[in-house]
């Protein structure tokens, strides 16, 4: 069965700096990953994903993950944090049927101004 | 557009109603998905309708009764509900659930936030 770890539980950062959220999975075939932002109280929004192809991705709000084989990694960046960047972020790992989402425990991100 | 809507917002309710989540997409998906979210929590997968069928259950409680009037609706009928069912239901929808497709997204709503007293 897949598994999604997110290492960090709670990050702060300051406005203007650059930020790093780390996702590690396990799955035996091709996963299929993404990153999902969810502010307080909303849903969950799509900040990119990844596939196949090119192993850099570029999403919304100006984040970027690079997919990582051989360290079963997906990290999320950011060069220059906003404030309103402020969030629950997890990471997911789907199946090949794509029906069925893993979700990492999450990663709350603080900004500092 | 990669909306998909749910009512109500916010729901309060007794051990003894019986109440209904609706959620709605306009995108063609025929995909869609209940999930329960405690606080500080990732969601978990509740039901997956494919098709308009039911094509997963995640072993929930029968007190939760999910149902899909069509390719666009999703309702989860509640009735008899604990305390400890307090929590965020989410909804998402994606455009297909096939072994032979790849690269299926899911779209969340907004989400009901449910307080059972």
């Known amino acids: 069965a897949q598994s999604v770890t997110q290492p960090d539980i709670h990050i702060t950062v300051s406005e203007g700096a650059s930020l790093e959220l780390r996702c590690n999975y396990s799955?035996?075939?091709?996963?299929?990953l993404f990153w999902y932002v969810q502010s307080p109280g909303q849903g969950l929004q799509l900040l990119l994903k990844y596939f196949s192809g090119d192993t850099l991705v570029q999403g919304i709000k100006g984040f970027e993950a690079e997919f990582k084989r051989s360290q079963s990694s997906f990290n999320l960046r950011k060069p220059s944090v906003h404030w309103s960047d402020a969030a629950e972020y997890f990471c997911a790992v789907g199946t090949g049927t794509a029906s069925k989402l893993t979700f990492g425990t999450g990663t709350r991100l603080q900004v500092t101004l | 557009d990669t909306e998909v809507t749910q009512t109500p917002k916010h729901l309060v309710m007794g051990m003894t109603n019986k109440k209904s989540l609706k959620c709605e997409q306009h995108m063609g998906h025929r995909a869609m998905y209940w999930y329960k979210q405690k606080a500080k929590k990732p969601p978990e997968l509740m039901f997956v309708?494919?098709?308009?069928?039911?094509?997963i259950n995640e072993s929930v409680p029968s007190r939760f009764s999910p149902e899909c009037p069509n390719s666009s609706l999703l309702n989860l009928h509640l009735h008899a509900l604990q305390p400890e069912d307090s929590a965020l239901y989410l909804c998402?929808?994606?455009?297909?659930?096939?072994?032979?497709?790849?690269?299926?997204?899911?779209?969340f709503g907004p989400g009901t936030r449910l307080t059972v007293l």
């Open positions: 799955y035996g075939a091709t996963p299929y």
């Open positions: 309708y494919s098709y308009e069928k039911l094509s």
């Open positions: 998402a929808s994606s455009q297909a659930v096939d072994k032979r497709e790849i690269g299926d997204t899911q779209y």
